[in-house]
């Protein structure tokens, strides 16, 4: 019997075993964090990524973990953090949501609701056209409502369809938005917040099949706790 080709086989099999038991080491070593263009809380355009993104650094790199971020629009972000591929540093609940993944402590209360022209005085119209970014979470107002709903990639382009008149409204967080209309001078005046329709706490989130979500959540909430109280 030739032992030599087994042996080699052998050697081959360890090698490629320890390489598995490496890469897995270097896997629960490393956090992956969706970066969003969802300023003030999460942007590449802000010192640290914006102040979520800073928390979950903090909470992380203490503990001896490597952080590293993806920058995708929102709709490429949810399916990475589905797939169990990045953690979400923002997530409005509701209960699709919540068969998919586990969440922080909350981090953000947030509204939710319209931003119209200035010179509107009146409620909208049942049959309004409103803009909302691709794969938001969207209030029952919105979704059992006659309102036509214009589905954008990018929520940027909504501060000037408004402004143009090509929408009656923009459904959008008040903070982001109003961060956005802060960049665009000429537009101040032109338009306003007019309703919240919900205020909902935000969370961070991380699949449910993720092998590090307990761990990785039990930092995140000791890091929120101690900003909370400092």
């Not at 032992?3 to 390489?19: D, M, N, V």
Request: hydrophobic content about 45%; aromatic content about 8%.
């Amino acid at each position: 019997m030739n032992r030599q080709p087994l042996a080699s086989t052998l050697r081959l099999a360890a090698a490629i075993a320890c390489l598995a038991l490496s890469v897995t080491a270097a896997q629960a070593q490393t956090v992956s964090l969706c970066m969003t263009d969802f300023p003030p809380y999460v942007s590449v355009e802000l010192p640290d990524g914006g102040s979520l993104t800073a928390l979950a650094r903090r909470a992380f790199t203490a503990a001896g973990l490597t952080v590293q971020t993806q920058h995708v629009p929102w709709v490429r972000a949810f399916a990475l953090a589905k797939n169990g591929d990045c953690m979400l540093m923002t997530m409005w609940r509701n209960e699709e949501r919540d068969a998919l993944f586990r969440y922080s402590l909350p981090v953000a209360r947030m509204q939710l609701g319209f931003f119209v022209r200035s010179e509107r005085k009146a409620p909208l119209p049942l049959d309004a056209t409103v803009a909302y970014q691709r794969g938001s979470y969207l209030p029952p107002q919105l979704t059992t409502g006659r309102y036509k709903l214009h589905e954008l990639i990018d929520p940027r382009p909504g501060l000037e369809m408004l402004s143009l008149g090509r929408v009656d409204a923009v459904f959008s967080e008040r903070a982001t938005f109003e961060y956005q209309l802060a960049r665009q001078p000429g537009l101040a005046g032109t338009i306003r917040w007019q309703t919240a329709l919900e205020v909902k706490p935000t969370f961070m989130a991380i699949s449910k099949n993720h092998p590090q979500a307990d761990a990785w959540l039990e930092l995140l909430n000791q890091e929120i706790k101690s900003s909370i109280r400092n």
